[in-house]
């Protein structure tokens, strides 16, 4: 056997076992579209090697040769490509953000209610926009619910046990402090939530920018500011039923939203009230009406992920396909730092959120400046227009974005890639739309 033959066999091995892991992976994952073209991609490869084992020996040498050196050259460009390093920019001033003027404390609100009145006197440029998404029909109502009586009711069912949590969320110190080192403390605390069902968990100093200014929803009174002087925030991420997301933009889609959240808020009580027992101040941030202070900047302050284009934080393990749980507490901890694995530069260049967003309320377009940050900046009653259309929270982009794949090895090789090599990141973005759709179709959901 020549040596060309031999590095051209060998070259060919590896492409083969490339694309038959890919077919093996897409068959268990029930990507039909992928399977498909992957098994094609296979085949061909297989039919190839063949091809030229039995052309005459020159040509056959020079065939293995050049396949050699094009996987060769392939190989180079992914891995020595320039690295995608670009992260979040912060550009200037970040004031707090008032609750009252979020797009969910905006619509509790009843019309002509006191609460009602009292807001739009101080901002009528909302009131026009507003109460014309307020004429369409709230997510959980009748008009909702009878498109799929039993899942809509499911996921009215969570919602009521997660109102229940939010006598919970605080309380008294109740014992002296236990004495052990930050480091400690951080590490006990993140062991005990990955412990409880997380499977990311950071810490970073609570930045005041980040806690809401006045009260905009909750038991607290409307409109009272709002002190939260804990030292520190302690983010965690607990995956979501990718199953459940395919089916965006209906019913199951709440369901799986609202049983995360009843999770995220079930960890985020018992590790609060544990740190109390140790002997310091804490306060769990829940769904339902809770939160004093803005999940995404901390969790990325806390190195959970990064936010991107989906205005909304997307991690190194899950992609978006998460939700997020907040403590704030006085319990010494060591901060972590911000992560940068390539998700600026990614959604520079994929744009599929975007595409396919429903609403159309992701832009295609650069950053732009809001609140001293540079990001992408979401039309927020846009999205949550289409929400009250669709009587769900959509999730079309957490389905659609190519950092929601699986945890296997395959898909963890390629995000380890993308986060190293900008060509890479060309390459996988050229082969998602190939391989799963530039426009995914939805799935049927497990139930």
Known sequence: MSFWLFVGEISFLVLIGFFFTFTLYSYREKEEKAFRSSLLFLLGLILMNLLFLIMPGLVRNLLFLTVFLATSVAVFILFFSTSPSSATKIIGEQKKVDERDTIFARFEHR????NYNDYYSLKPEYKTIDDEIRSLPDILTPVHIKKDPVLFSLAAAEDDCLKNFITLVSGEVIAGQMEMSPFDNTQKVKKIINYLGAGICGVCELDQAYVYSHVGRGPEPFGAEIYLKHKFAVVFAMEMDRRMIAASPKAPVLVETERKYVEVAKVAI??????????????????????????PPLGWKAGVGEIGRIGILITEKYGPCVRLGLITTNLPLTPDTPKTFGVQDFCQKCKKCANNCPAQAIPLGDKTEENGVLKWVLNREGCYRFWRKAGTDCAMCLYVCPYSKPRNWFHDSVRKLNSQSSTAQAVSLWADDYFYGRI????????
């Open 111 to 114: 019309e002509n209610s006191k």
């Open 440 to 447: 995914p179709l939805p799935k049927e959901p497990p139930f």
């Open 270 to 295: 018992i590790v609060s009230d544990l740190i109390r027992r140790m002997g310091y101040e804490a306060r769990a941030h829940i769904a339902g009406s809770n939160y004093q202070a803005i999940l």
